[in-house]
């Protein structure tokens, strides 16, 4: 079964500071693994996604993530906060094929940016 | 324009009393799903619909029932409301079983009293 770990519920930055939220995962074979971004009173938009190739992805907003299969790891980084990158954020896990066809989702990161 | 749309966006009600959350998609997805989010547990999915005709439990399903008559349409029923089914809930639609990127509705507040 899969399973994602977010490390941190909260993480603060300063504007123009370096962006780094943080996601693990769990899968027994090759994992699809996604990073959205929830708004306030909002729902979720698709930031950037990993199904294979390159293990740099680029998102939107500037935002980019690595796949590091050695460490289980898709941190989601972006190299200048904005205040409008205020939200919380959502690591979520997949594989093709497989029974559910569902995505496992991270508990969450609220992501605070102080001018 | 492309979208999920989800009615009521917020519903108070009593415990035991039915209610029906809409969801529809304009995109021809295969693909449809219900997720509750809660604070601290993230999103956890209540049932899936892998194509009309053809639903399936998620993780937590336990309260909800749904149906898939119309491919567009994937209505979530809670035919007896109790104050722990409290939370916000997102549809969510996707193209092919194999793509995964899913396309999420504006969520609907649903507070039972």
């Known amino acids: 079964a899969q399973s994602v770990t977010q490390l941190g519920s909260h993480v603060s930055v300063s504007e123009g500071a370096l962006v780094l939220l943080r996601c693990n995962y769990s899968s027994s074979v090759p994992p699809y693994l996604f990073w959205y971004v929830q708004y306030p009173n909002q729902g979720l938009q698709l930031l950037l996604k990993?199904?294979?190739?390159?293990?740099l992805v680029k998102g939107i907003n500037g935002f980019e993530a690595e796949f590091k299969k050695s460490e289980t790891s898709f941190h989601l980084t972006k190299p200048s906060a904005h205040m409008s990158d205020a939200a919380e954020y959502f690591c979520?896990?997949?594989?093709?094929?497989?029974?559910?066809?569902?995505?496992?989702f991270g508990k969450g990161t609220k992501l605070s940016v102080k001018p | 324009e492309a979208q999920v749309t989800q009615n009521p966006r917020y519903l108070i009600t009593v415990t035991g009393k039915k209610l029906t959350v809409t969801c529809s998609q304009n995109m021809n997805h295969e693909y449809m799903s219900w997720y509750r989010q809660d604070p601290g547990l993230g999103l956890r999915q209540i049932y899936y619909?892998?194509?009309?005709?053809?639903?399936d439990k998620g993780d937590v399903p336990e309260g909800y029932k749904v149906s898939r008559k119309e491919k567009r349409n994937f209505p979530l029923i809670l035919e007896s409301p109790s104050p722990n089914q409290t939370s916000l809930y997102f549809c969510?639609?996707?193209?092919?079983?194999?793509?995964?990127?899913?396309?999420f509705g504006p969520g609907t507040r649903l507070t039972v009293t």
């Open positions: 990993y199904t294979t190739g390159a293990t």
């Open positions: 979520a896990v997949t594989i093709y094929g497989g029974s559910q066809g569902n995505l496992i």
């Open positions: 619909s892998m194509n009309v005709e053809v639903t």
């Open positions: 969510a639609s996707s193209s092919t079983f194999s793509s995964y990127e899913q396309y």
